[in-house]
């Protein structure tokens, strides 16, 4: 259809109106049409409605009038208002627009009978020209009054009536071209654009590569500073988005372009029902053990139940609460899921808000800690942090130290050897390890490449056997003890050592893990005493931690002898 089909001028009320059809027109398209139509015979008493700057950049002049949903049928350039602002020109023109905002108590909705009717309000009168039910808007041109207060508001033989939330505005109006470029993306990949804290542009427009022409300024009002940003967020695809200001008018390119993530293996579906990850945000001091000592981040990633997911699934939640249409504010600072663009501060990332992932890693965005303790002993090195200061984090050699193949109810011992027997005497204890302290402190330094928690046994000179205390951390030469005191006071001199594993088995694996220094023999050891029936052999081998761990499969024979 021609444009003439699809375009109304409505010379009574000054308006040019995107009447029918679905066909998007060029703004020179719109242009070039009303020249035509106004430099005819029937309306040359009329000014012309749009004057031209530039291909792409255009007026509506001489006080005519265009509603924002003929917007949605205008590409290849942007259009600037020129007379909304309640200027008078003469006689035979328009005067201003204004916009009129109302409350929603007691609000009734214009009707399209409703325009180019007459609206009153306490000696103001105007005429209709367009109207926005959702937000509650009517833009009326003023013939008289100010609108200057909050009135209520009828229209004469029409239907839609109100109370002003606020005194009425006018002023210009904005609507500037953005059009995105760049390789195609992908299949499906629906754009959307934010102007606004968590406010979007109603999405009328298909999937691809877009060219709108968008409400910037608003009579006289200029929305989100003139700002917009185009997010592209399906989710098995690389995210992209990008931040522009179309305060300019005209017409602005916007680079945007996806890929498939092939990090992304699992469906929507899958990733919806993992649970217990958990984003705790706040400014924390983290030391991963490297050698950097600690540094401060302000969010911590884990797992509630340590190393249910891999940290290649942990991305992949990461980028599903992140992907188009979720519109949870749980993520920090109240802003949407498919708008969050990362830790506050910080460059964020457009392929991925809170890290990447490639080559089975994770790359952290700076400021986010991933919970060691949390994760899947097969993932203790597949990651790399940022922290607040810039610097990056590698993590140590951190290596899994397990016995498999045992039963819950065992008793698992991982010890440290010397000349074939377990070296009870790695540490002696400094001075001033009384009774009730909550730490262990040793001679010297604490290995580095003991457990980051786990037991420390401490000889009792009393019964000739080592005492047992769980540690949560250590540091330097102190153990902190983890929800318990010294129940004894040790001398100075006092042999102490930590085992690598020292547990009761709660399934067919004990696991512990610890940062690798240099290869460590130990001894492996498991037993039970249940009573006839219940109890096994003490199983006892001899193994090495190396760079790669160590991973044991216990035997367990049942001791048919034991009563």
């Known amino acids: 259809m021609p444009i003439s089909a699809d375009f109304t001028i409505d010379t009574t009320n000054y308006r040019v109106t995107h009447s029918s059809g679905t066909t998007v027109y060029s703004a020179n398209a719109l242009y070039s049409y009303l020249e035509n139509v106004f430099s005819g015979s029937g309306y040359m008493q009329f000014k012309p409605p749009m004057s031209a700057n530039t291909p792409t950049d255009y007026n509506f002049v001489n006080g005519w009038f265009i509603d924002e949903p003929s917007l949605q049928y205008i590409n290849g350039g942007g259009l600037k208002t020129v007379g909304w602002d309640n200027t008078v020109y003469n006689t035979s023109s328009p005067q201003g627009v204004y916009l009129l905002n109302f409350a929603s108590s007691g609000y009734t909705s214009a009707v399209s009978g409703d325009l180019g009717k007459t609206v009153t309000a306490s000696g103001n009168s105007g005429t209709l020209l367009a109207y926005d039910n959702t937000a509650r808007n009517w833009w009326v041109r003023g013939n008289s009054g100010s609108w200057a207060s909050a009135l209520g508001v009828t229209i004469t033989s029409g239907t839609g009536a109100g109370t002003m939330s606020a005194a009425a505005t ?6 500037s071209n953005v059009y995105t470029l760049g390789s195609p993306l992908q299949t499906g990949t629906q754009l959307y654009i934010q102007q606004g804290t968590n406010t979007l542009i109603p999405s009328y427009w ?3 590569h877009i060219d709108l022409c968008l409400v910037i300024k608003r009579l006289g009002t200029t929305l989100n500073s003139g700002n917009v940003t185009i997010f592209a967020r399906e989710f098995g695809n690389t995210f992209n988005y990008f931040t522009t200001s179309l305060s300019g008018g005209g017409r602005t390119p916007v680079p945007i372009s996806t890929s498939v993530d092939t990090s992304i293996v699992d469906s929507s579906g899958t990733i919806s029902g993992f649970t217990g990850i958990t984003l705790t945000y706040g400014t924390v001091s983290k030391n991963l053990n490297n050698g950097n000592g600690a ?6 990633i884990s797992q509630a139940v340590p190393g249910t997911y891999t940290v290649q699934q942990m991305y992949e939640y990461l980028q599903y609460i992140t992907e188009r249409g979720m519109t949870s504010t749980s993520l920090t600072n109240g802003t949407q899921g498919q708008l969050f663009l990362g830790l506050t501060g910080y460059t964020p990332i457009a392929a991925a808000p809170f890290g990447t992932f490639a080559g089975g890693k994770f790359f952290g965005a700076q400021g986010v800690w991933l919970d060691t303790a949390s994760l899947k002993t097969t993932d203790l090195q597949n990651y790399q942090l940022i922290a607040d200061d810039g610097s990056s984090q590698i993590p140590p050699n951190i290596v899994s130290v397990a016995v498999n193949s045992v039963v819950s109810g065992d008793r698992v011992f991982v010890a440290r050897t010397s000349s ?10 400094a001075s001033g390890n009384n009774s009730g302290n909550g730490t262990v402190v040793i001679s010297g330094s604490i290995s580095s490449d003991d457990p980051p928690s786990g037991w420390v046994r401490i000889f009792n000179t009393s019964t000739k056997l080592f005492d047992l205390y769980p540690y949560s951390s250590w540091s330097g030469s102190t153990f902190t003890l983890n929800a318990t005191t010294l ?13 690598l594993i020292d547990t009761t088995a709660g399934s067919t694996t004990a696991s512990n893990s610890l940062i690798y220094a240099s290869s460590i ?13 219940a109890s096994i052999l003490p199983y006892e081998s001899t193994g090495t931690v190396t760079s790669a761990g160590l991973s044991v499969s216990a035997i367990r024979s049942n001791d048919a002898i034991v009563s």
């Open 206 to 208: 298909s999937t691809g």
């Open 170 to 175: 006018t002023g210009e109006s904005l609507f």
């Open 487 to 499: 129940s004894a006071s040790y001398s100075a001199g006092t042999n102490a050592f930590v085992p």
């Open 295 to 300: 540094k401060n981040y302000d969010l911590v």
């Open 521 to 533: 023999p130990v001894i492996v050891r498991v037993r039970k005493y249940g009573g006839a029936g």
């Open 420 to 429: 074939g027997l377990v070296n009870t005497a790695q540490y002696t204890l």
